[in-house]
């Protein structure tokens, strides 16, 4: 392959003449088609060797994402069609061949771009499985010297001879699959504490839905005093969906809660327990009045909350390897999530982790633990990415210098927003 140079723009480029202008378009055009095959290339070659070994994350659509700052549905297409165009090699060292090796030559020259070679691409998806390997390369062999003039309704109509060559009775009749049902329900916070909950449901869920809270939302019959059911049809709903959920979380089974019924944090001082007098914090997120978190002591598994003066709930020495439950309880409150700049994992998806390894001599206590993510505490572990903790108390995490050259400290400010 002949060197392609970046060609230089004139300084008074309204002075150009259209023929100057198209062949700068063109020249542009081709430097960017090598560019983006020669970035193929490493990409393949990272994808070979393995982005977890290389750099500690677990794919390499994950680690381009991070390089190029662009989301993981914008990577994977990337990485994707280099994979395709480019040989790799399996784990015992074999060479695994390209997809597609013609037009991964003819893309090396700078004469067809992304959107062509995805086209190929789709069209090869579509062969019949029962194609031989050598039909298959030959019809990638078409399409990839055809793409070197041609446009997309040329590589269209090549699909359809391709097409009525390979498969001329076409696909075999199939029973129509059935459909996946349409579900959604979306729960949301409003600002004057109460929870919006909407939904859409298929027919046969809502029909479900409907019966079970049709048996909990009949009207309380007249008690002796003579006093009849005021409450509206939507009001004896509601309440019928808390008895359901009373039971569903009451079960001995239900994952994340072993059959309490419910587990809230509260955050309250003793004096206002006592009397019932004064605010307290619900689950990090709202408030309730005290008299509210004593009624509902009565009925929830309560989890008062006391700190120090520092902040610190609890603090345990290396006698202990393992996070205990209210060390857990202490690092929700204090992350609030995966510490990890950018990440909105929630604490239930999360682990502790040492900063300093506890092999290593680490302590078991909040100095040394920080939330983290599955995919984050991989990423510390193997990779590049250092954590410690600030003088305030809260972690703070030193990219590597592919990233940032200065290495400049960052926090995930996602959960203290």
């Not at 031989?132 to 990839?144: H, Q």
């Not at 090549?158 to 579900?183: F, H, S, T, V, Y």
């Not at 409150?333 to 909105?344: E, K, S, V």
């Not at 206590?365 to 990779?383: P, Q, S, T």
Request: negative net charge; aromatic residues 6%.
């Amino acid at each position: 392959m002949s060197e392609t140079y970046l060609p230089e723009l004139p300084q008074e480029l309204w002075r150009a003449g259209k023929l100057e202008l198209a062949h700068g378009v063109q020249q542009f055009l081709q430097v960017m088609r090598v560019a983006s095959a020669g970035l193929g290339r490493y990409l393949a070659e990272i994808e070979s060797r393995g982005a977890k070994d290389l750099f500690g994350y677990g794919s390499t659509i994950t680690w381009f994402a991070d390089v190029a700052g662009l989301s993981r549905g914008e990577a994977r297409p990337v990485v994707n069609q280099a994979i395709a165009l480019n040989p790799t090699r399996a784990l015992d060292g074999t060479e695994v061949p390209a997809l597609a090796p013609t037009t991964g030559a003819v893309a090396a020259e700078g004469l067809v771009g992304a959107e062509r070679i995805q086209q190929i691409l789709e069209i090869l998806a579509k062969l019949p499985a029962d194609t031989s390997v050598e039909d298959r390369e030959s019809a990638e062999k078409i399409l990839g010297n055809l793409a070197r003039d041609a446009g997309p309704r040329q590589l269209a109509d090549a699909e359809a001879n391709l097409l009525a060559w390979l498969d001329p009775d076409g696909n075999e009749p199939k029973d129509p699959e059935p459909k996946q049902p349409r579900r959604e329900v979306t729960l949301e916070r409003r600002r004057d504490g109460f929870w919006k909950l909407t939904g859409l449901l298929d027919d046969e869920l809502g029909a479900r839905t409907a019966a079970a809270l049709e048996a909990y939302a009949k009207p309380r019959p007249v008690d002796e005093f003579g006093q009849a059911d005021l409450r509206m049809k939507c009001e004896r709903q509601g309440d019928a969906w808390a008895e359901l959920l009373d039971l569903a979380i009451a079960c001995p089974d239900q994952p994340g809660t072993s059959g309490y019924r419910t587990l809230v944090h509260v955050t309250i001082g003793l004096e206002e327990l006592k009397t019932g007098i004064g605010k307290a914090c619900l689950d990090f997120v709202g408030t309730m009045t005290a008299r509210e978190a004593r009624m509902a002591a009565c009925d929830c598994l309560m989890l008062p909350v006391v700190m120090n003066a520092a902040g610190e709930p609890l603090d345990v020495g290396r006698l202990r390897r393992f996070v205990t439950p209210g060390q857990r309880r202490a690092l929700n409150i204090r992350d609030r999530g995966c510490a990890f700049p950018g990440c909105h994992r929630r604490p239930k998806n999360c682990h502790a982790h040492h900063i300093h390894h506890w092999a290593d001599g680490g302590l078991t206590d909040l100095r040394n633990l920080v939330l983290l993510c599955g995919f984050h505490h991989r990423l510390i572990h193997h990779g590049d990415w250092q954590v410690h903790m600030a003088a305030d108390g809260l972690p703070e995490f030193i990219p590597p210098q592919y990233l940032d050259p200065l290495q400049r400290t960052r926090r995930n400010t996602l959960h203290r927003a």
